[in-house]
């Protein structure tokens, strides 16, 4: 006989999907999950049952995405999928009940609420045998890319999302208690960025609150999902999911419990870094870049590599993150964009004069990065005679007049190794050089931190002999009027 099940029980459900390949035949069962270990089976009738032949359809697939829909029509509640348990020819091994995660409870309905009740209860179950029948077809039919197109057409945005989860606005609002202040990391151009707690699965998560005057507009945002989405590499930040709400954007991240570098290099509050923790990010910093440059399927520039976008994970690896500004293009294509987008102090000239954003302008960046972990000194400082002065020069006057190891952070005089600081800074110089063609690739960056191969004995007349022949930049000093520009100054983050 059918099971008599409330739908509005608040109670976990269990739904057995069968399909027999032989008779064509599929069951659908949904009752409360029972308490019994070992119940392999529904103990009603399924309330769908139905002969339809899939079998065509999965041949035209080399994988199958099962996934997960609820409508409730107008109550406010959320749906789970707590555990599943699949099997092939054979039975599906049960699911034990108290293994499975808990969810917390739906805010209670208010009396003025009370009239729903009857809608949900004669909804849910129309909505459960529609919902089957249109799962069927997400299950082997349905292109998610050309949906979310087609839905979002009318706005000019499309994502390419790769694995990325989409988060509903009542997730985000109960993680982060209303996007209360105690939940509050920082802020900058973009917006704001909170720590918010998933309720299931229990999560710990970052989430940057993009606001709608926020310099980082709709085609930083999906650059950053695009880009993202599709990255994995343990010293890169990870891009968990994203959430459109009106005129809200959202962008979900692992949560990096020791913030951001930047503050451990210029913030008294904070311990200071010993010379090996320091080498250690600056090593994870140089293995994302020789990902995003030579080893994932594309090259990707970042185009604001600076200490305030590398965070630190519970392990103190450095991990680069914001993708904001992030461009990509094939390999062996010579693209370059048209914007001059970056930090001051980060910015290689040939980027500064005609905008032209390359794999070597973001190791002009990691040049500068590099002095500034061993300095502990901002890329720009202004000086007693209140004239600025970049970090490059301060460290090359200091190789000149005396010993580059002077250039080095005080903090570390009883921690530093002294080849490892005079290596690190005369390849930050290197980096940094002035000619894009004097710079190393990524991976070579890498050969020399890891000793895998050895830095060229050069004196410091190697950067002051080849200076003036900067490819005829020298004849055009500022930016083309057609330029466009996406710079930020030292003193907040975008």
Same mark, same amino acid.
């Given at each position: 006989m059918f099971q008599s099940t409330k739908l509005n029980s608040d109670r976990p459900m269990q739904v057995w999907i069968h399909y027999n390949d032989t008779e064509h035949k599929l069951d659908v069962t949904l009752e409360e999950l029972s308490n019994q270990i070992n119940q392999f089976e529904p103990l009603g009738l399924p309330q769908l049952s139905s002969t339809v032949n899939i079998?065509?359809?999965?041949?035209?697939? %080399?994988?199958v995405y099962a996934g997960f829909y609820a409508a409730d029509g107008r109550v406010n509640c959320s749906q789970y999928v707590l555990g599943w348990s699949f099997m092939i020819n054979g039975q599906a091994p049960p699911l034990n009940p108290f293994d499975l995660p808990r969810v917390l409870p739906n805010p209670p309905i208010e009396k003025h609420h009370n009239k729903h009740i009857l809608h949900m209860r004669i909804l849910l179950p129309v909505t459960f045998v529609t919902t089957v029948l249109v799962l069927l077809v997400v299950l082997f039919s349905y292109d998610v890319k050309s949906w979310l197109k087609k839905t979002f057409a009318h706005e000019k945005w499309e994502i390419d999302c790769g694995v990325l989860q989409s988060f509903t606005y009542k997730d985000i609002f109960i993680a982060t208690s209303g996007f209360s202040k105690r939940a509050l990391l920082g802020k900058g151009g973009f917006g704001r960025v909170y720590k918010g707690v998933l309720a299931v699965p229990q999560q710990t998560m970052a989430i940057k609150r993009v606001s709608p005057e926020s310099k980082q507009g709709m085609k930083e945002f999906m650059a950053e999902i695009t880009i993202l989405g599709h990255l994995r590499h343990r010293n890169l930040v990870q891009l968990i999911g994203y959430c459109r709400h009106r005129k809200e954007l959202l962008l979900v991240y692992d949560y990096m419990p020791n913030g951001s570098l930047d503050a451990y290099l210029h913030k008294k509050d904070k311990p200071t870094l010993d010379w090996a923790q320091r080498l250690h990010i600056i090593k994870g910093v140089a293995s994302g870049l020789v990902y995003l440059h030579e080893d994932w399927e594309k090259v990707v520039i970042h185009r604001d590599i600076k200490v305030s976008n590398v965070l630190l994970d519970d392990g103190m690896n450095g991990r680069l993150g914001d993708f904001g500004l992030a461009r990509s293009h094939d390999h062996k294509v010579d693209v370059h964009t048209t914007r001059v987008a970056g930090t001051w102090g980060y910015i290689a000239p040939e980027l500064a004069r005609l905008g032209k954003a390359t794999k070597a302008t973001d190791v002009y960046a990691f040049g500068i990065f590099m002095m500034e972990v061993a300095c502990g000194r901002q890329p720009i400082e202004v000086s007693a005679h209140g004239e600025p002065r970049l970090l490059a020069d301060w460290v090359f006057d200091t190789w000149q007049t005396g010993?580059?190891? %002077?250039?080095? %952070?005080?903090?570390?005089?009883?921690?530093?190794?002294?080849?490892?600081?005079?290596?690190?800074?005369?390849?930050?110089?290197?980096?940094?050089?002035?000619?894009?063609?004097?710079?190393?690739?990524?991976?070579?960056?890498?050969?020399?931190?890891?000793? %895998?191969?050895?830095?060229?004995n050069f004196l410091p007349s190697f950067f002051t002999a080849n200076s003036s022949k900067d490819e005829g930049f020298e004849d055009q000093v500022v930016p083309s009027p057609s330029v466009a520009t996406s710079i930020t100054d030292l003193s907040g983050g975008r």
């Open positions: 079998l065509p359809l999965l041949s035209n697939f %080399d994988h010993s580059l190891t %002077d250039a080095m %952070d005080t903090r570390l005089e009883q921690s530093h190794v002294t080849e490892e600081v005079e290596l690190v800074l005369k390849l930050g110089l290197l980096c940094s050089h002035s000619l894009p063609k004097e710079r190393p690739c990524m991976r070579l960056v890498m050969q020399y931190l890891e000793s %895998d191969a050895t830095l060229p």
